[in-house]
């Protein structure tokens, strides 16, 4: 079964510095999707960014980008020059590629930015 | 504006009532998924549906029911509401190639729905 592990409950980031978030993960398919995303106070769900198993280069998405360590089975959230509306719990998800493509979530971290 | 809808935003059971959770999407999305948020646990599945007239459970199952007649349509059913079930409730849907690759498709979630049972 496929697992996500984020270790880091809450963070705190300097406006304008940037963060790391971390995300671990375990499967045995060879195949699959790495996905982020943030859940503002207000509670919606917002995709930020999506990274592929085979995809040979990091994603990138305006001030996100995603490190990915396919060895290390890491998949970790970099967002630079951090602004006050970043604050908010982010949560990394994996879809399996066979089957019936089940999406597992994190339990997320809660990141704030201190002015 | 296309998306997933989902109604109630709130709603407040009593031990042992039964309700319906409506979820439904305009996008023309094969796959379809109900989640429960809870503090500290993230979000865990508790069915999912890769198509009309296919369902399966997720890994949080006990105390929900779900029928997919349309593509459009995936309502969550609660048989008889439990304190336990207090939680908030996301609805969400994808592209989903069956048999092909899929991994790459995200989710497109609902607003949510926060259920007290008192």
């Known amino acids: 079964a496929q697992k996500i592990t984020q270790t880091q409950p809450g963070m705190f980031v300097q406006e304008k510095e940037a963060v790391t978030l971390d995300c671990t993960y375990d499967t045995s398919d060879p195949s699959y999707g790495l996905f982020w995303y943030k859940q503002p106070s207000s509670g919606e769900m917002i995709f930020l960014i999506y990274?592929?198993?085979?995809?040979?280069q990091n994603a990138t998405e305006g001030r996100y980008s995603l490190n990915f360590q396919k060895a290390r089975k890491s998949a970790n959230l970099v967002i630079s020059a951090s602004q006050l509306g970043d604050s908010a719990m982010y949560f990394c998800a994996m879809r399996e590629a066979w089957g019936y493509q089940k999406v597992t979530f994190g339990i997320g971290t809660k990141l704030q930015v201190i002015p | 504006n296309a998306g997933v809808t989902q109604t109630p935003k709130f709603q407040v059971l009593k031990t042992g009532q039964s309700m319906t959770l409506q979820c439904a999407q305009d996008m023309n999305h094969e796959y379809m998924s109900w989640y429960r948020q809870d503090p500290g646990m993230g979000l865990r599945l508790i069915h999912y549906?890769?198509?009309?007239?296919?369902?399966d459970q997720g890994e949080v199952p006990n105390g929900y029911n779900v029928s997919r007649s349309t593509t459009e349509d995936f309502p969550l059913r609660l048989l008889s509401a439990a304190p336990s079930q207090t939680s908030v409730y996301f609805c969400?849907?994808?592209?989903?190639?069956?048999?092909?690759?899929?991994?790459?498709?995200?989710?497109?979630f609902g607003s949510g729905t926060r259920l007290t049972v008192v």
């Open positions: 549906s890769v198509g009309a007239g296919i369902t």
């Open positions: 969400a849907s994808s592209y989903s190639n069956a048999g092909g690759v899929s991994f790459s498709y995200g989710y497109t």
């Open positions: 990274q592929g198993s085979y995809d040979q």
